[in-house]
């Protein structure tokens, strides 16, 4: 898989934008690790000091989170912040292979790199592989870093279906890049959904104040699609490979699962009843090792960020003001972070590498 992906079509205008308070840059990692340095790109929306990050999943630009980085990044207290991973939109692309623990250690030099405000109480957010990514990273920072989880559609490992893998191979072999994108719509969202007219305040404002025509709710969510790759790259496919094996060996095994609820006490669990790319069963499985709250949006796919937005924001926001409170409480009395129940340091725990997925992943290419 080599070159790049046919151009997609411009767009005339743009009705989610940018917020107005933002910064992006590039910051490098991996420079003491196997096939680095990488250049990670990262936005910030706002200048709050609560502090929200955004990980992708697969294959998917830091634009996919546009709808969240423009509700968190418009009040005042908030900082949103979201980044390319590996492989993916501005950021560079190391030979493989992957690992979600190799990325988690990407987002953790990141947070480093950008300050103390990154080192405490944080809030992560992460889908699909990008929930993935977050278990890893969870266990990589120190006690105290994230003051809550929030996992969308993902898993702790699990080996794909048949029909995953079929539905994975029809995108990926698409030579047409708007029926690729098609595809892509049609995996990511219920077709009951797709055909329904819009509802949802950014779609609504986009017809009223953008002067966009969206009939159904798979105009809008195309329409989303061309926005975020005019914004982005066309894709490094030399990527995608390295993160399809990335996603698919990932693997936290319950005893780690214990250590992140024993560290992080507030974590919100949500999947799409049906969702086909990462079965509920796994968000299930999730919630009750972690102990976390499940959130299942009835009838909704694998993106009930999309599909469910104004109420998917809203749950969300009262997960991490709950969770916030709870830090700040915890703070003014001086409690110490959570240390695990086991006779492993931070450190130990830190320097675990997942070295078995690692020679896998070698020896699948």
Same mark, same amino acid.
């Given at each position: 898989?080599?070159?790049?992906?046919?151009?997609?079509?411009?767009?005339?205008?743009?009705?989610?934008?940018?917020?107005?308070?933002?910064?992006?840059?590039?910051?490098?990692?991996?420079? $003491?690790?196997?096939?680095?340095?990488?250049?990670?790109?990262?936005?910030?929306?706002?200048?709050? &000091? +609560?502090?929200?990050?955004?990980?992708?999943?697969?294959?998917?630009? /830091?634009?996919?989170?546009?709808?969240?980085?423009?509700?968190?990044?418009?009040?005042?207290?908030?900082?949103?912040?979201?980044?390319?991973?590996?492989?993916?939109?501005?950021?560079? /692309?190391?030979?493989?292979?992957?690992?979600?623990?190799?990325?988690?250690?990407?987002?953790?030099?990141?947070?480093?790199?950008?300050?103390?405000?990154? &080192?405490?109480?944080?809030?992560?957010?992460?889908?699909?592989?990008?929930?993935?990514?977050?278990?890893?990273?969870?266990?990589? /920072?120190?006690?105290?870093?994230?003051?809550?989880?929030?996992?969308?559609?993902?898993?702790?490992?699990?080996?794909?279906?048949?029909?995953?893998?079929?539905?994975?191979?029809?995108?990926?072999?698409?030579?047409?890049?708007?029926?690729?994108?098609?595809?892509?719509?049609?995996?990511?969202?219920?077709?009951?959904?797709?055909?329904?007219?819009?509802?949802?305040?950014?779609?609504?404002?986009?017809?009223?104040?953008?002067?966009?025509?969206?009939?159904?709710?798979?105009?809008?969510?195309?329409?989303?699609?061309?926005? +975020? +790759?005019?914004?982005?790259?066309?894709?490094?496919?030399?990527?995608?490979?390295?993160?399809?094996?990335?996603?698919?060996?990932?693997?936290?095994?319950?005893?780690?699962?214990? $250590?992140? $609820?024993?560290?992080?006490?507030?974590?919100?669990?949500?999947?799409?009843?049906?969702?086909?790319?990462?079965?509920?069963?796994?968000?299930?499985?999730?919630?009750?090792?972690?102990?976390?709250?499940?959130?299942?949006?009835?009838?909704?796919?694998?993106?009930?960020?999309?599909? $469910?937005?104004?109420?998917?924001?809203?749950?969300?926001?009262?997960?991490?003001?709950?969770?916030?409170?709870?830090?700040?409480?915890?703070?003014?009395?001086?409690?110490?972070?959570?240390?695990?129940?086991?006779?492993?340091?931070? &450190?130990?725990?830190?320097?675990?590498?997942?070295?078995?997925?690692?020679?896998?992943?070698?020896? /699948?290419?």
């Amino acid at each position: 898989m080599t070159g790049t992906y046919p151009p997609i079509p411009k767009v005339a205008s743009t009705s989610v934008t940018m917020t107005s308070k933002i910064a992006k840059g590039h910051v490098r990692v991996c420079e $003491r690790r196997p096939r680095g340095p990488v250049d990670i790109y990262y936005e910030l929306h706002g200048e709050g &000091k +609560r502090k929200v990050m955004f990980i992708p999943g697969f294959n998917v630009p /830091c634009q996919g989170w546009d709808l969240q980085t423009k509700f968190f990044g418009e009040m005042p207290e908030y900082q949103a912040m979201t980044f390319d991973n590996r492989g993916a939109g501005f950021s560079s /692309c190391p030979p493989g292979p992957y690992s979600t623990y190799e990325m988690a250690m990407d987002a953790f030099e990141l947070m480093q790199a950008l300050g103390d405000d990154w &080192k405490e109480g944080v809030h992560g957010v992460g889908i699909c592989m990008g929930g993935q990514i977050l278990q890893e990273l969870a266990l990589i /920072c120190p006690p105290g870093t994230f003051a809550s989880l929030t996992l969308i559609t993902t898993s702790a490992g699990s080996w794909p279906s048949v029909q995953q893998m079929i539905t994975l191979y029809r995108f990926l072999s698409e030579p047409d890049p708007l029926q690729r994108l098609h595809k892509l719509v049609d995996s990511l969202y219920t077709a009951e959904w797709l055909e329904q007219s819009p509802t949802s305040s950014y779609a609504l404002k986009a017809i009223e104040q953008d002067g966009k025509d969206y009939k159904t709710n798979r105009d809008w969510s195309f329409d989303l699609i061309l926005q +975020r +790759r005019a914004r982005s790259p066309a894709g490094h496919p030399a990527g995608t490979l390295p993160q399809i094996i990335a996603f698919n060996l990932h693997n936290v095994s319950r005893d780690r699962l214990r $250590r992140i $609820r024993e560290l992080i006490p507030e974590i919100l669990v949500v999947t799409g009843s049906k969702d086909d790319v990462m079965y509920p069963s796994n968000s299930q499985y999730l919630a009750d090792q972690l102990h976390g709250t499940l959130l299942n949006f009835e009838g909704c796919g694998h993106s009930p960020f999309i599909e $469910r937005c104004d109420d998917a924001n809203a749950k969300l926001l009262e997960h991490i003001e709950r969770a916030q409170t709870r830090f700040e409480k915890n703070r003014e009395k001086g409690a110490k972070p959570a240390k695990v129940n086991d006779q492993k340091s931070w &450190k130990e725990v830190h320097e675990e590498s997942p070295v078995f997925a690692n020679e896998l992943a070698l020896a /699948c290419i």
